[in-house]
């Protein structure tokens, strides 16, 4: 019978070793994609806020469009968002805007509108939370400086 290379004592030892390097590696492992997670979470909502402020300033844009297209000196808001779409009040077809866009927090067409005498002057998001954006805004957007959530983002065309 033959003597095997080591004894069965120290084949166990390096067994208890592997597992426990195998599972100081399932740990490490475990930390580093929870990190992963969070910088990937906070860099998606970043490109958010930037869809944020572009779309809301195509609404902000698309209403002042609208104001000053209006014929004569009574100068209108629209009633609705899909006024800006297509523009009825000229034989000709008038588009402010090429789509209802949806709010890059939602996904949904949905908007909190600013309305002053049934029309409507601007749009907001409608999500609560925090923005990661607290300054360096352009000069159409400073008034966004540290807003305690996104509904205080208010694109209005005026």
Request: glycine residues 8%; hydrophobic residues 40%.
């Amino acid at each position: 019978m033959r003597q095997a290379a080591f004894p069965l004592h120290a084949r166990r030892r390096h067994c208890g070793a592997a597992y426990l390097i195998l599972i100081f590696a399932v740990a490490l492992s475990s930390v580093l994609l929870a990190g992963f997670g969070q910088v990937w979470s906070t860099a998606a909502r970043r490109e958010k806020e930037v869809q944020l402020l572009h779309v809301g300033n195509a609404y902000r844009q698309a209403i002042l469009s609208y104001y000053n297209a209006t014929p004569g000196d009574n100068k209108q808001h629209p009633q609705k968002l899909e006024d800006l779409l297509l523009d009825k009040r000229f034989p000709n077809i008038r588009r402010h805007l090429r789509q209802v866009y949806p709010d890059p927090f939602s996904g949904k067409a949905e908007w909190g509108l600013i309305v002053e005498q049934g029309r409507i002057v601007g749009v907001h998001s409608l999500d609560p939370r925090k923005p990661i954006k607290q300054g360096g805004f352009m000069s159409s957007d400073e008034s966004f400086a540290n807003a305690p959530s996104y509904s205080e983002w208010k694109f209005v065309g005026r």
